[in-house]
């Protein structure tokens, strides 16, 4: 464990607390009771907030199918309107409470929880993939493409399904939460930028470095929203339009997806990411794209046949997903072992586990960091959940599920329900620490691991239903996993209970159970989804279908030499692991991290190099500065990460109203005449 994590926390633990190194009275702060700071205002902000961002979520799952982190948007104006509120009682004379960071972070905390089962639900990929008219858009005649595997959208059954599979995910890591958040100290980018812009409106005023701080967040978050306003007016209709694809590095690197495409948010998330996971990002992209897939690509029509689209699994796409995912699971999975034998080690030696940056305090800064970092630890620990009651409510929601799903899709029988609740919880792992790296969520890739056995299992009477439902159980558990342990980070960062996050989360969900299909159905009623020609093509909802028809033919159906690369990659990551382990602290600090690396080779380049671009400006910065890049990268990163989260929503609100951008700016070769 030891030199795993070394460099991030070398990188990302000092300017966790800069926000408090000057704040005097900030470790004599009276911190709220866990109830306290779960309040009816609170709860009433997160419902209208959770139904905005629910709607938002929605509108970019039916079109592009692509969602933002909107965590840092969500304590922005979380702190926004209770300030309002708070602000307009006071003038009527009212005696209101004071709105307090822990508060902040609990609406933050519901509200992600209710429009992130906007994402995991399916609405715009797997339960989208049984109705009707992606089955008629895949062909009647398709093989394996049945009418009886049809099961059209409906509100009653959806918000039931969302109920017995939803709150699986909060009880399955609940155990890791001190492993992830304070041993392995999983950086966890947009939680860390929440948490940090929280502290920022809650700071004493006499405070002069929060002061400053506050202000550099403030503006370069206003540069960060002009420039994502700005680039929308080119952004044209469709997604080939616009800075988003500009071909910075010229149109050959362009068609492998090296660009950069100037966005503020991959940016911000390089300012905060270790320099080894953005360099471990880049290596994976220049393996993946610069050389595995033109590779392969040489070999069309003999490792797989030429005509194929470009998201068929039987070609290059089966490719780019299958070998992601065996990098994922082999890095995943070799930390969740190391995890357990370190765990099992400490209870046989019975001896008290001391956290890797605990030092002797050399100075008074640092004497003031580690008061801070103690006082951290000790409100993260007070509150504890009993690993009991996590133990006992997984296993009873997971009884209810086992009898409740087979009654809504009778294909996928008890036992294959009660294999995947087995398997969930590592997989669960090995997502909640990918996005602790990178700040992605790979929920769906791990989905479709789901969607593949189960359909392949099922066969081809119901095979298809089954996995596509099969894929919502996997997709509900990790997704929620990884979104409570980023929001145990945002709560541990901001002196906020981990017992008041886990109930705020439970709440958040219950409410995204109901206003997720709602506001779902408000789409499904309104206009004409899945239609290849509208505004609203659902492009997700036939990849899934044709990955589960995919599925119920079987692993033969891959490409050719698919599940060797596979085998080999799963082998390279369990090495590169076991290298990082061995080797001294200042050869380890070099080697990749094959969680990262996995992710370009799915998604694409593109934000690699935006990533790196954020490397590269905190190294150099480091070198001229080190105090100020100290004190201030967390602050410029959050800003960054806020103004583009933040016009998200307008940018959004003016595409449901069908408001089109006015320029499509594109680039193409010159005319050789």
């Known amino acids: 464990m030891g030199t795993e994590h070394a460099s991030a926390v070398e990188i990302s633990e000092p300017f966790l607390p800069d926000s408090g190194k000057v704040r005097e009275g900030e470790l004599e702060e009276t911190i709220p009771e866990w109830r306290d700071q779960i309040t009816v205002r609170g709860l009433v902000v997160s419902a209208l907030m959770g139904s905005l961002f629910c709607i938002i979520t929605h509108k970019l799952n039916l079109t592009v199918g692509i969602i933002p982190s909107l965590n840092v948007a969500a304590g922005l104006l979380g702190f926004f309107f209770v300030k309002s509120w708070t602000g307009f009682l006071s003038k009527l004379g009212f005696s209101v409470r004071p709105f307090t960071r822990q508060e902040n972070t609990v609406i933050q905390t519901c509200v992600v929880a209710c429009y992130g089962l906007a994402f995991s639900g399916g609405f715009g990929s797997y339960l989208l993939a049984m109705d009707e008219r992606t089955y008629e858009l895949i062909g009647v005649d398709y093989p394996g493409n049945r009418a009886e595997d049809v099961l059209n ?8 399904f969302m109920f017995v599979v939803s709150f699986l995910g909060l009880f399955s890591l609940v155990p890791l939460r001190k492993v992830m958040v304070m041993d392995y100290k999983l950086t966890y980018p947009s939680g860390t930028a929440t948490a940090m812009l929280i502290n920022s409106f809650h700071t004493n005023t006499g405070a002069e470095l929060a002061g400053k701080q506050v202000s550099c967040l403030g503006k370069y978050l206003g540069i960060s929203l002009s420039w994502s306003c700005f680039k929308w007016f080119f952004s044209g209709i469709g997604d080939s339009c616009g800075f988003d694809n ?3 590095l ?16 991959y940016v911000g998330c390089g300012l905060i990411c270790p320099h080894i996971v953005n360099c471990s990002v880049l290596l994976g992209a220049i393996i993946s794209w610069g050389f595995l897939w033109p590779f392969i690509s040489q070999h069309a029509g003999d490792w797989y046949p030429a005509d194929l689209g470009s998201n068929d699994f039987k070609g290059l796409y089966g490719y780019k997903v299958f070998i992601a995912i065996s990098l994922i699971l082999g890095d995943g999975l070799y930390n969740l072992i190391k995890i357990i034998s370190i765990t099992v080690k400490e209870m046989c030696n019975s001896k008290q586990n001391n956290l890797p940056i605990v030092k002797e305090a050399q100075d008074n800064e ?4 580690l008061m801070q970092q103690k006082k951290q630890d000790e409100i993260f620990l007070k509150d504890r959940i009993p690993s009991w009651v996590a133990a006992s409510g997984y296993v009873g929601l997971a009884a209810i599920s086992t009898a409740t799903i087979p009654v809504i899709f009778p294909a996928l029988k008890w036992y294959l329900v009660l294999s995947s609740y087995i398997i969930a919880p590592a997989l669960a792992f090995c997502n909640s620490y990918g996005t602790g790296l990178t700040d992605w969520s790979l929920a769906s ?3 479709k691991i789901g969607l593949f056995i189960i359909a392949s299992m099922v066969g081809g009477n119901g095979g298809v239903v089954a996995g596509l439902a099969a894929c919502g159980v996997m997709m509900a558990i990790v997704s929620t996993a990884a979104d409570l342990m980023q929001d145990f980070k945002t709560g541990y960062l901001t002196l906020s209970s981990a017992k008041s996050m886990f109930v705020s989360q439970l709440i958040g969900t219950a409410m995204g159970c109901v206003i997720a299909p709602l506001t779902f159905w408000l789409f499904w009623t309104a206009f004409d989804i899945g239609s290849p020609d509208g505004p609203y093509k659902a492009p997700y909802a036939v990849i899934f279908r044709e990955m589960a028809i995919l599925g119920v033919e079987g692993f033969s159906e891959l490409p050719k030499h698919c599940l060797a690369i596979c085998c080999g990659f799963f082998v390279a990551a369990l090495v590169i692991n076991l290298l990082r382990d061995v080797t001294p602290a200042k050869v380890s600090q070099f080697i990749p991290i094959p969680m990262a690396m996995a992710v370009p080779f799915y998604i694409g380049a593109y934000f690699a190099i935006d990533m790196f671009v954020g490397t590269v400006i905190l190294f150099v910065w480091e070198r001229l500065n080190r105090k100020g890049a100290e004190d201030f990268a967390g602050a410029v990163a959050s800003g960054l990460i806020c103004g583009d989260g933040i016009w998200t929503i307008p940018s959004a ?4 109203f069908r408001i089109n951008p006015p320029i499509c700016m594109y680039f193409g070769p010159s005319s050789s005449s």
Do not use: C, Q, R
């Open 653 to 656: 609100i003016l595409s449901i």
């Open 153 to 160: 959208p409906g509100l009653g059954w959806m918000i039931g």
């Open 445 to 447: 890739t791990y989905g």
């Open 246 to 248: 500009f071909p910075s």
């Open 366 to 369: 640092s004497s003031k960091l």
């Open 250 to 265: 010229g149109l050959t690197l362009f068609k492998n997806t090296f660009y950069f495409d100037f966005s503020p948010t």
